[in-house]
């Protein structure tokens, strides 16, 4: 193949004998040049055409032959073939630039890395324990089967649900600025909880970043939003990690120890007591530098009935979600519960500044299943979700207690949701 250097000495020879200059380098072998002009495709009349905006050619006789000097046959010579240089230069760019944007190459492809299981136990020998207790309880990841998650997405379109586009209102009117707190360019993007991930890459434009990693329970959750994105960012490095972060946030050595930022949004880890809470930012903590931080999303609290019509919808649109998992226990744990036993219940616990979802015993009813069975009297509840509220003030103190400084907050004008930024302390 004609080298770089070669072609630029070819081209300098040439061109400077065609202007009557002296040079002093040597061209290569002419076959060689054909055969690059060959392996672009070139045709040799495109390049005679080229080479007429030479000197002028010499006066023709009647016959129609060309009468010029020896001197001046090799001039125009040496312009055609300054002709064929940039022609051929020409075509090295276009196919360069064709074989850069080639739709046949090969798309870069997510990794996916499960990290920790699910709990090894039984869940069905968890849930009939649980409804047993004497203040009987369902854990609130079981609220999340298909149709309940469907049911969670309309929630969140809802009048009465505030939580999703107050956050939305925020990151619009603030993005810009808590990118510039944290500066964390070419970072790593660590999306916990990242469900559909339909939040996270808002982030992109912003913080730009090197990698994006959507953690949740399972990487099966995550397969194909995660293959969809990285069809969309061919730039962005993305690894779907599946682990129980509530647990043991597991972050593998693929991910880029440097410039880590933590995105928590949805005020989930209002799901959490306050101890978890704890826990899980000591966690977080651990997985994070000094370059590194963490955003996080709280709801505030504020007067009850926005807080309990949030959790009960005038639609009925929370009261079928809650109601949706006693169907998926019947799945899991072999019970009988008929969901139109019950009724969905939202109420504020002010000592404890939470929400909880309840599920409530329209009369007694007795819920069976193998080898067992519990009563329920009319007005009995079943405790199936919690979620915290926070002050700006008691949220900056719990992330004090797990080694992390607030660096920013930012909420919206009716100060109903907020959005930190942290460090280490």
């Given at each position: 193949?004609?080298?770089?250097?070669?072609?630029?000495?070819?081209?300098?020879?040439?061109?400077?004998?065609?202007?009557?200059?002296?040079?002093?380098?040597?061209?290569?072998?002419?076959?060689?040049?054909?055969?690059?002009?060959?392996?672009?495709?070139?045709?040799?009349?495109?390049?005679?055409?080229?080479?007429?905006?030479?000197?002028?050619?010499?006066?023709?006789?009647?016959?129609?032959?060309?009468?010029?000097?020896?001197?001046?046959?090799?001039?125009?010579?040496?312009?055609?073939?300054?002709?064929?240089?940039?022609?051929?230069?020409?075509?090295?760019?276009?196919?360069?630039?064709?074989?850069?944007?080639?739709?046949?190459?090969?798309?870069?492809?997510?990794?996916?890395?499960?990290?920790?299981?699910?709990?090894?136990?039984?869940?069905?020998?968890?849930?009939?324990?649980?409804?047993?207790?004497?203040e009987a309880r369902i854990p609130a990841w079981y609220l999340y089967d298909e149709i309940g998650s469907r049911l969670f997405d309309v929630i969140t379109v809802l009048p009465d649900y505030y939580p999703t586009r107050t956050e939305a209102a925020i990151f619009a009117r603030h993005l810009p600025e808590m990118a510039k707190v944290t500066d964390l360019e070419n970072g790593s993007l660590i999306d916990l909880g990242a469900g559909s991930c339909d939040k996270a890459p808002g982030l992109f434009p912003f913080v730009k970043p090197r990698q994006y990693v959507p953690v949740d329970i399972s990487v099966e959750h995550l397969r194909a939003t995660v293959t969809r994105l990285q069809r969309e960012h061919q730039d962005v490095e993305m690894i779907g990690v599946g682990t129980d972060f509530s647990n043991n946030l597991v972050i593998p050595g693929q991910v880029r120890t440097e410039r880590r930022l933590f995105f928590y949004p949805g005020s989930s880890i209002g799901n959490f007591t306050p101890s978890e809470a704890n826990s899980f930012l000591q966690q977080v903590r651990s997985q994070m530098r000094k370059d590194g931080a963490l955003w996080i999303g709280i709801d505030l609290v504020k007067d009850h009935t926005t807080l309990e019509r949030a959790y009960d919808d005038v639609l009925g649109v929370t009261a079928a979600f809650n109601l949706n998992m006693l169907l998926n226990v019947n799945r899991i744990a072999g019970t009988n519960f008929e969901p139109a036993h019950w009724q969905h219940r939202a109420l504020f616990n002010a000592d404890d500044s939470r929400i909880e979802m309840l599920l409530e015993a329209k009369a007694k009813t007795v819920v069976r299943w193998p080898d067992?069975?519990?009563?329920?009297?009319?007005?009995?509840?079943?405790?199936?979700?919690?979620?915290?509220?926070?002050?700006?003030?008691?949220?900056?103190?719990?992330?004090?207690?797990?080694?992390?400084?607030?660096?920013?907050?930012?909420?919206?004008?009716?100060?109903?949701?907020?959005?930190?930024?942290a460090v280490l302390a």
């Open positions: 193949m004609f080298g770089g250097n070669d072609f630029m000495n070819a081209f300098r020879l040439r061109w400077n004998q065609a202007l009557g200059r002296e040079t002093f380098a040597s061209p290569p072998a002419p076959v060689t040049l054909r055969e690059q002009l060959t392996h672009f495709g070139l045709k040799k009349q495109s390049a005679r055409s080229v080479a007429t905006r030479g000197p002028a050619a010499a006066p023709a006789t009647p016959s129609g032959t060309i009468c010029a000097s020896a001197a001046e046959n090799d001039r125009i010579a040496n312009w055609r073939c300054v002709a064929f240089m940039l022609a051929a230069s020409t075509a090295v760019e276009k196919h360069a630039k064709s074989r850069h944007n080639c739709p046949t190459d090969a798309p870069v492809r997510p990794y996916f890395i499960q990290t920790s299981s699910p709990d090894s136990c039984d869940p069905a020998v968890d849930l009939r324990a649980g409804i047993s207790s004497p067992g069975e519990r009563s329920f009297s009319a007005g009995e509840r079943i405790h199936t979700e919690n979620s915290y509220k926070y002050t700006p003030d008691s949220f900056r103190a719990l992330l004090e207690q797990a080694g992390l400084r607030t660096i920013g907050m930012w909420t919206d004008e009716r100060q109903w949701f907020a959005f930190f930024a």
